[in-house]
């Protein structure tokens, strides 16, 4: 990749991209750093960058030097121009990662009030804000996004910090992390990290991530699958509303639900033959029972637990869903969603209600069981 950094202060630069591994990466040639100077694109023989802005008094850069510079950068080839200004979209990973399928980004460092306007309309394809705060000039964020982006290139990030580690891997903050020694001025590292048992280790990391998310991010929890987090398994009950579910239709249902991580789909069938018929075709993901309460027998037996069991059946009032997920991580439980049949149903047992999924159109809401499972499902343990 090459990123091209338009600032009047190159010196700001070099150290960054000659240290730690983004140096590493420009020596192995996965990444190129170069730096243009509107200086040395300006008009006139005074080489003036800035001048007074119209109707505030403060200082802007000029147009007609930056636009020379991004010409300059782009040669013959294309390339996607960036300007860092607290005016631009916020900068997260999921940004970060679609940058990174750039072969060249140019990144225009502006300085006092901000760059001539008709700069931006002429040649800036994304205005990126690395934060809601004040910098001095746009170098700081030019490196904040290259050294972000520069990361997502294989090879420039070795095995010993693998991306699956990372904060933001799965949508969640990381674990704490400890080394030697493992007593440091009274302060011991958690047992269990030099116990030596992985399982246990594993088990730790998560509830430490989903324990700090939970308390200091509670809006990325939004748009995380939580599933890795849980400590127990994850059901689905499906009470079908008048007419069955063909034993087809509902084995499909169980492979989508078995893709979100669900353990099992209980299926609600009163009658006993086609209780028996639908057992007999719709295939292993799939357990067909004749009562709600016998589904969660079934689950209390499987798991050894009491379980946290969350209502949809599509009727006003009820929990928000981002809210439901946040008490579903806090849990210890093991999940258990209930898809149709109505307010009476469970009645007397503890459960938690969701809100109804409304479309945008009039407001209806998802009345059909099997849809509002799948919406429901991508919600909690969906990528975003
Ligand atoms: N995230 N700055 C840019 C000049 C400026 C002023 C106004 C455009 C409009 C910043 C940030 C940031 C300070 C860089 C002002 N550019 N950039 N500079 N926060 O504060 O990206």
């Given at each position: ?11 700001l ?14 020596e ?33 850069l ?49 300085r006092?009030?901000?760059v ?39 090879g ?25 020694p ?8 958690p ?13 730790w ?33 499906l ?16 492979e989508?639900?078995?893709t ?125």
């Amino acid at each position: 990749m090459l990123v091209t950094v338009v600032t009047a202060f190159p010196e700001l630069l070099e150290p960054f991209s000659r240290s730690g591994v983004i140096g590493k990466a420009v020596e192995k040639g996965i990444l190129e750093i170069r730096c243009i100077n509107p200086r040395n694109y300006t008009e006139g023989t005074y080489g003036q960058i800035d001048d007074y802005a119209y109707g505030s008094g403060g200082m802007v850069l000029m147009a007609e030097p930056l636009a020379r510079s991004v010409y300059a950068a782009k040669g013959e080839g294309p390339a996607t121009v960036l300007y860092p200004g607290p005016q631009g979209i916020p900068l997260d990973q999921h940004l970060v990662e679609s940058l990174a399928v750039n072969e060249h980004l140019v990144i225009v460092c502006g300085r006092y009030e901000g760059v001539d306007e008709r700069f931006v309309e002429e040649c800036v394809d994304l205005e990126i804000s690395i934060g809601d705060y004040v910098l001095t000039g746009g170098e700081l964020p030019a490196m904040v996004i290259v050294d972000a982006v520069a990361r997502m290139i294989p090879g420039v990030v070795g095995q010993e910090s693998a991306v699956e580690e990372d904060s933001f891997f799965r949508g969640m903050l990381d674990t704490p992390h400890y080394t030697r020694p493992a007593s440091w001025r009274g302060r011991e590292v958690p047992g269990v990290l030099t116990g030596g048992d992985h399982e246990a280790i594993r088990s730790w990391r998560r509830a430490q991530s989903a324990a700090r998310t939970s308390g200091r991010r509670p809006d990325i929890i939004v748009g995380a699958n939580i599933g890795p987090y849980l400590d127990k398994g994850v059901y689905v009950i499906l009470v079908p509303a008048t007419e069955a579910i063909p034993a087809a239709e509902l084995s499909e249902m169980a492979e989508a639900c078995f893709t979100f991580g669900c353990r099992k789909l209980l299926c609600v069938v009163r009658g006993g033959s086609e209780r028996k018929s639908l057992q007999a075709h719709a295939g292993d993901r799939v357990k067909a029972v004749s009562t709600m309460e016998s589904a969660l027998a079934w689950i209390r037996k499987r798991e050894k637990a009491e379980m946290l069991t969350i209502v949809s059946v599509g009727e006003a009032g009820g929990i928000h869903w981002a809210e439901m997920k946040r008490r579903a991580l806090d849990s210890d439980r093991p999940l258990v969603f209930v898809f149709g049949g109505n307010e009476t149903i469970l009645a007397g047992t503890e459960k938690e209600v969701l809100g109804p999924i409304r479309g945008g159109k009039g407001d209806v809401s998802l009345s059909n069981a099997r849809d509002a499972a799948v919406v429901i499902l991508d919600r909690f343990f969906g990528w975003r």
